[in-house]
């Protein structure tokens, strides 16, 4: 099976990137066929940025994803703008995209509104573009966050409507893949609302990178709900956002978690266990980076040659979608 993932480039991933996207990529990776995994700097470009940082900030998560247990041997990691099928191809699929359905997004709709100066027109093709990603490889299935449903549904759609435009096959539809547990992860002072890098609090954001002390302080202050009992419910999100973030820490189903809270004096020891899981998920990740963060020259390297092998695959589909669509001279 072909996976296909893309995150954006800034070394202050939180936990719900963690648990939701960076956690199935490396656990998958031996699975694809192959798995290809990419930094996704054009996409960066779509909300006010700082170039310099924009460099940095893609070390800073390359050295992440490294440090996780990314394997660039066996798969395939790359930054999108060394591929530049990825930009080509986003324009053929705006052929057969609506603007109504880009206008519809709720991502559009969240941060258009928060956007003084400019609504770009990049932040409106994110999905067209997110599109030409995945499409570009053929590939099956990807994993994502639940906050990416929707721009997997409309990528599908895009794809069905290409296919039955220029010729069936052409494209893959893909499927995606969206933890059952920990695919939406919450703001830990806001549980409403998840866990995210643009809008959320600081204090209810955990990032990977933070120290055990910052994280055990986050943790240990979050809101939680009235009442005592320490289980999942739908009027509990708070109490349900650490039970799922403790059973994926550790690696049991939430309703181990909430078996053995059944002796609990309160929530003080959800938090605390929570903060001690969570500690360990994470020590070897901020170790590994402190080690690999330096070699810049190392991390160019590894980048250059998963170009190499993500260029080879993309000329493929664009050769295809350019034949039938038309473009350009004649294939011999
Ligand atoms: N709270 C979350 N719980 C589970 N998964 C999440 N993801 C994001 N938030 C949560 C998943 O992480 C990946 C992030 O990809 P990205 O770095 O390209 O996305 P992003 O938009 O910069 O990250 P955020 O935090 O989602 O930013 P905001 O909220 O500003 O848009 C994706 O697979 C996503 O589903």
Not at 191 to 216: C, F, H, Q, R, Y
């Amino acid at each position: 099976v072909r996976i296909f993932s893309g995150i954006q480039p800034t070394g202050r991933k939180h936990l719900g990137n963690y648990i939701g996207a960076i956690r199935q990529w490396v656990e998958h990776q031996d699975r694809g066929d192959p798995a290809i995994y990419c930094i996704v700097d054009l996409h960066a470009l779509s909300l006010p940025y700082d170039p310099p940082e924009l460099r940095t900030g893609l070390y800073d998560l390359l050295a992440l994803l490294l440090a996780a247990g990314l394997e660039p041997e066996g798969s395939v990691l790359f930054r999108q703008s060394d591929v530049h099928e990825h930009t080509e191809l986003t324009w053929m699929l705006s052929a057969v995209t609506a603007v109504g359905e880009l206008n519809r997004m709720h991502q559009f709709r969240d941060k258009s509104v928060g956007q003084r100066e400019l609504v770009s027109a990049a932040l409106l093709y994110y999905p067209v573009l997110q599109a030409a990603d995945v499409l570009a490889y053929r590939a099956h299935e990807v994993p994502v966050g639940e906050d990416q449903r929707e721009h997997l549904e409309l990528m599908r759609d895009v794809a069905r409507r290409f296919n039955a435009r220029f010729g069936e096959d052409i494209l893959v539809v893909p499927e995606h893949r969206i933890p059952e547990i920990g695919g939406r992860i919450m703001d830990l002072q806001e549980p409403a609302n998840k866990m995210s890098t643009t809008g959320g609090t600081a204090e209810g954001t955990v990032l990977v990178l933070d120290d055990p002390a910052t994280i055990e302080k986050k943790i240990k202050r979050a809101v939680t709900d009235s009442g005592s009992d320490i289980v999942r419910a739908p009027d509990k999100p708070g109490v349900t956002n650490l039970i799922d973030i403790l059973a994926v820490a550790r690696g049991v189903a939430p309703h181990a978690v909430e078996q053995e809270m059944r002796s609990a004096r309160g929530y003080g020891d959800l938090k605390a266990a929570t903060a001690q899981a969570v500690i360990e998920m994470l020590a070897p990740v901020r170790e590994g980076y402190a080690e690999l963060r330096g070699d810049e020259q190392r991390l160019e390297a590894i980048l250059a040659a998963g170009a190499e092998k993500a260029r080879a695959m993309a000329r493929e589909t664009l050769s295809d979608v350019r034949d039938a669509m038309g473009v350009g001279p004649p294939r011999r």
